[in-house]
Nanobody, 127 residues
Framework: QLQLVESGGGLVHSGGSLRLSCVASGPIFDYYPFGWFRQAPGKGREGVSCINSSGGHTKYADSVKGRFTISRDNAKNTVYLRMNDLKPEDSGIYYC????????????????????WGQGTQVNVSS
């Protein structure tokens, strides 16, 4: 069983930056693809970015391309989401998720593909 804990959220002004971290506890960290999702009040969960098991393939939602960067450090069992040039519409709870398909993942930004979820970290961007 994989457990995920996010951190790094907070309150920033528009144009600011944050780096979110997701630490995973459990066996074989480098087997799992990971994704970051976010949910704003009154809205559904939106896929932000994902990274495959090796870290060689990443994907981003159009709304964050060029501003966000996902990465992973398999030695530290950690996945990161670097967020630059933040906008008020980036506000929400950010969730880290892992997919049990491992290398067989289709690397999609679909919440239904992911099996393990963290509790989330709040990001608030003021205008």
């Amino acid at each position: 069983q994989l457990q995920l804990v996010e951190s790094g959220g907070g309150l920033v002004h528009s144009g600011g930056s944050l780096r979110l971290s997701c630490v995973a506890s459990g066996p074989i960290f480098d087997y799992y693809p990971f994704g970051w999702f976010r949910q704003a009040p009154g809205k559904g969960r939106e896929g932000v970015s994902c990274i495959n098991s090796s870290g060689g393939h990443t994907k981003y939602a159009d709304s964050v391309k060029g501003r966000f960067t996902i990465s992973r450090d398999n030695a530290k069992n950690t996945v990161y989401l670097r967020m630059n040039d933040l906008k008020p519409e980036d506000s929400g709870i950010y969730y880290c998720a892992a997919e049990s398909r491992g290398p067989g993942s289709r690397n999609r930004l679909l919440a239904g593909d992911y099996d393990y979820w963290g509790q989330g970290t709040q990001v608030n961007v003021s205008s």
